[in-house]
C-alpha cells in the first residue's frame, strides 16, 4: 500500500508547492514553509520539484513501510532514523516493506521533509496537494497526521537509476543568528525614518510564538507614522507585518490572502527558508536589498537546483565541462587539453572527486587541480559545470 | 488612475495601488485593471488578488522581471476605458433572521434603538458590493451597510460560529463561509454553502458581484436546505442596473 503512521510526531503534514489560483477567494496557498529543502529532496528522488512531500516539524513521526520505495530526507537535522540506525540525509535511499523510519532528536533547524519517488497517493484539491489546516482542506483529510493513517505511493520503485548519484550537499541551518534579506515595502512609507532605522539597525528574536501562519518576533519597537492599521490589501509569504505594537510578524507560508496591518518589508524568497527553520530563539537582523539583486539571488538559486537535476539524470560528457579560467591548461597542446577534460568528465562521471584521487576540488571556488602524464594544471570551471557531482 | 502606484511587496508581487479607501470607483477600477490583466499575455503572471484599494499580481522572476512587468502594466493602464467589464450581477442571499439562527438579532434592534423587524428591513433593503474575498476561503468583505444597524463587535468573541451565519461587526457586514470563532452579532444565517471544497465553483462569491439578503422563514430555510445538501439549489442572480 504504502506507509502508516506509527505516531505523527509534532506536527507532521502533506505539502506541496501551495494552492495557486484561489487567492482571490480568501482560499490561503499552504504549501512547504521551506521550498528549497522541499525541491531538491524531490530532484534527489527525480520526482517534479512540485510533487507533495512529508513537512516534519521539531518532533518527527514515525512511519512503517508496508511496500518498497526510494526516499530522500532533506531540510533540518531532526535525528532521521531507518530501523533504529542513523540514516543519511540529502541522498536518496532505498526504503523496504517493514522498515521503520523516525526521528530521534532535533538537533539544527525546524522543519524536514521527506520526498517519495512517484509521488504519494492524495487527492488532489483545488489543484493542489497541500494541506490547508484552517480551512481543514486538502492533504490528508485536511488535517496533521495522526497514528492510524495510511498513506499510499502513487508510483514506487524499489530502487532509482544512478543512485549513487542522487546526493546533494546539506544546508546550513540556522543556529544563533540569521541575516534575512529584505526588500522594502509595500507599506514602508507608513513608518518614520527613525522606524525603518530601527527595523534595519536593530537585533531581533523569534520567539515561541510561531507557526505555519506566522513568526512573531520580540526586539526594538518601530515607529509608525499613524499607527499600524491599513485598509486591507494582499499579504506574500515573508510580508512582514507590524502591527500598533511596533513588533514584526513575519507572515509565512499559511498566511491569510488579506490583512488591515501595515507591512514594512518582505523577506525575499531565497531567504525564507532560513526563517522556516529558525527555532525560537534564534536572532535575526533585517537587510534591505534591491528588486534586481532579489531577483538575481532567486535566479542562481533556479539554476543550482538546475544543476543538481542535472547531474543525475543528464549523461556527462565533454560538452558538459566548460571552463571560467583555464589557466596554463588554456595554452597547453590540444591532446593535453583533450585529455584533461577526459579526466574531469570520467571523475565527474565516477563522482570521483575527492582528496585521495588525481584530483582536489573546492567548492564552492570550483578550482581544480589535474594531472595530466607529467603536468599538472589547476583550473576554474564554470558554476554550472560543477553542480555536476 | 494618475493615482496608481506599483508596489513592491517581495521578488514575486507587485502590490498595484489604486488609492486609500474604500469606495465602488477604486473597486471597479481594480476590477477593470484585474481583467485586463487576465485577458493580456504578459508572460509570467501567476495569479492576481483584488483587495479594497489594490490588486495584489503574483509573477514569476524567472520569466519576467520587476521593471519589465511595470511596463506592460503601464501599457495596459492606458487601454483601460475600452475594457469590456461586465456588468456587475446581483447574488441572492436567503436569510433565516432571528431566533436560534440569529442570537443577536435584539442586540441589533436595541442597540440602535429600532424594531427587530426595523433591522430586517434595513440590512435586505439594499445591494451590498464585495469588496473582497480574504481571511477565510470564500469569506466576503461587504460595502455600503446603512449605519443605522451598526453595532459593535462582541466583547467576548464566540468559540464557534456555526459556517452560513450572517453577522454584523461595527459597520460591516458579512457571512462566515465556515465553522469558526469570532465576534460578530449573528442576526441570521443562511442555507447556502459559500465554501464547498468538492463544488465545480469551490467558492461561490466573487469580488465585484454584490448581495442581496432575502428574509425567509423556517419552513423556506428548512427547503432551500434540503436542495443544498440535494445539489438542486438554483442559485438566484441578475444583472444589476447602473444606477
Known amino acids: ?389 | 488612475m494618475s493615482n496608481v502606484r506599483y508596489l513592491l511587496a517581495g521578488d514575486s508581487s507587485i502590490d498595484v495601488e489604486f488609492g486609500n479607501s474604500i469606495s465602488p470607483e477604486i473597486n471597479r477600477d481594480i476590477r477593470a485593471f484585474n481583467i485586463a490583466v487576465k485577458k493580456s499575455e504578459i508572460p509570467g503572471i501567476i495569479e492576481t488578488i483584488p483587495t479594497y484599494r489594490s490588486l495584489l499580481v503574483q509573477y514569476d522572476p524567472e520569466t519576467i522581471r520587476f521593471h519589465e512587468l511595470t511596463e506592460q502594466f503601464d501599457k495596459l493602464m492606458g487601454s483601460l476605458d475600452s475594457i469590456e467589464i461586465p456588468p456587475p450581477t446581483v447574488i441572492e442571499i436567503p436569510v433565516l433572521y432571528g431566533g436560534e439562527e440569529g442570537p443577536d438579532l435584539a442586540n441589533v434592534a436595541e442597540h440602535n434603538g429600532i424594531s427587530t423587524d426595523d433591522v430586517i428591513r434595513i440590512h435586505t433593503g439594499r445591494d451590498y458590493l464585495i469588496y473582497m474575498l480574504g481571511f477565510v476561503a470564500g469569506f466576503p468583505y461587504l460595502g455600503g451597510m446603512d449605519k443605522s444597524i451598526a453595532t459593535p463587535r462582541l466583547k467576548s468573541p464566540r468559540v464557534r460560529i456555526p459556517g452560513g451565519s450572517v453577522g454584523i461587526a461595527g459597520e460591516q457586514t458579512g457571512i462566515y463561509p465556515i465553522d469558526s470563532p469570532g465576534g460578530w452579532q449573528l442576526i441570521g444565517r443562511t442555507p447556502l454553502k459559500l465554501y464547498e471544497a468538492e463544488r465545480e465553483k469551490p467558492v461561490l462569491l466573487e469580488a465585484g458581484q454584490y448581495i442581496r439578503f432575502r428574509a425567509v422563514d423556517r419552513a423556506e430555510y428548512d427547503a432551500i436546505q434540503k436542495q443544498v445538501d440535494d445539489n438542486t439549489y438554483q442559485y438566484v442572480t441578475y444583472n444589476r442596473e447602473e444606477q
Open chain 1, 1 to 389: 500500500m504504502g506507509m502508516k503512521i506509527m505516531t505523527g510526531g509534532f506536527l507532521t503534514t502533506v505539502q506541496d508547492l501551495g494552492r495557486i489560483g484561489y487567492q482571490e477567494t480568501g482560499m490561503a496557498v499552504s504549501g512547504v514553509m521551506d521550498q528549497h529543502s522541499a525541491k531538491i529532496a524531490n530532484i534527489l528522488v527525480g520526482n517534479d520539484c512540485g510533487e507533495a512531500v512529508l513537512e516534519v516539524t521539531m518532533m518527527g513521526p514515525s512511519i512503517q513501510f508496508s511496500e518498497d520505495n526510494v526516499i530522500a530526507v532533506t531540510g533540518a537535522d531532526l535525528g532521521f532514523a531507518i530501523n533504529k540506525q542513523p540514516a543519511a540525509m540529502y541522498r536518496a535511499l532505498s526504503v523496504h516493506a517493514g522498515d521503520i523510519l523516525e526521528f530521534k532528536a532535533l538537533k539544527t533547524g525546524l522543519r524536514a521533509y521527506i520526498a517519495f519517488a512517484g509521488g504519494l497517493d492524495i487527492p488532489v484539491v483545488m489543484g493542489s496537494r497541500s494541506t490547508n489546516l484552517k480551512s481543514k482542506v486538502g492533504g490528508f483529510q485536511g488535517r496533521k497526521l495522526e497514528a492510524g493513517d495510511e498513506i499510499g505511493f502513487r508510483a514506487p520503485v524499489r530502487v532509482l537509476d544512478h543512485m549513487e548519484r542522487r546526493v546533494a550537499e546539506a544546508e546550513v541551518m540556522p543556529t544563533k543568528e540569521i541575516e534575512v534579506r529584505v526588500i522594502m515595502g509595500p507599506q514602508d512609507d507608513c513608518f518614520t525614518e527613525k522606524g525603518k532605522e530601527t527595523f534595519l539597525n536593530s537585533e531581533y528574536a523569534f520567539t515561541s510564538e510561531l507557526d505555519r501562519m506566522g513568526c512573531r518576533l520580540e526586539g526594538e519597537v518601530i515607529e509608525h507614522v499613524d499607527g499600524g492599521d491599513i485598509i486591507s490589501d494582499g499579504i506574500t509569504f515573508g510580508a512582514v507585518q507590524v502591527p500598533s505594537h511596533g513588533k514584526p510578524i513575519i507572515m509565512m507560508a499559511d498566511h491569510q490572502t488579506t490583512g488591515g496591518y501595515t507591512k514594512i518589508a518582505c523577506v525575499i524568497t531565497v531567504d525564507l527558508p532560513k526563517v522556516a527553520q529558525a527555532k525560537p530563539g534564534v536572532k535575526l537582523r533585517f537587510k534591505a536589498v534591491s528588486i534586481e539583486e532579489a531577483q538575481e539571488l532567486l535566479h542562481e538559486e533556479n539554476v543550482r537546483l538546475a544543476s543538481l537535476r542535472d547531474s543525475i539524470e543528464k549523461e556527462k560528457n565533454e560538452e558538459t565541462i566548460r571552463f571560467k579560467d583555464a589557466g596554463a591548461l588554456g595554452s597547453a597542446a590540444p591532446e593535453v587539453q583533450a585529455a584533461a577534460k577526459a579526466a574531469l568528465t570520467a571523475a565527474f562521471r565516477e563522482n570521483a572527486l575527492s582528496p585521495a584521487g588525481d584530483y582536489i576540488y573546492w567548492v564552492p571556488a570550483g578550482t581544480f587541480r589535474i594531472r595530466v602524464g607529467e603536468e599538472e594544471f589547476t583550473v576554474e570551471l564554470e558554476k554550472e559545470t560543477f553542480g555536476l557531482r
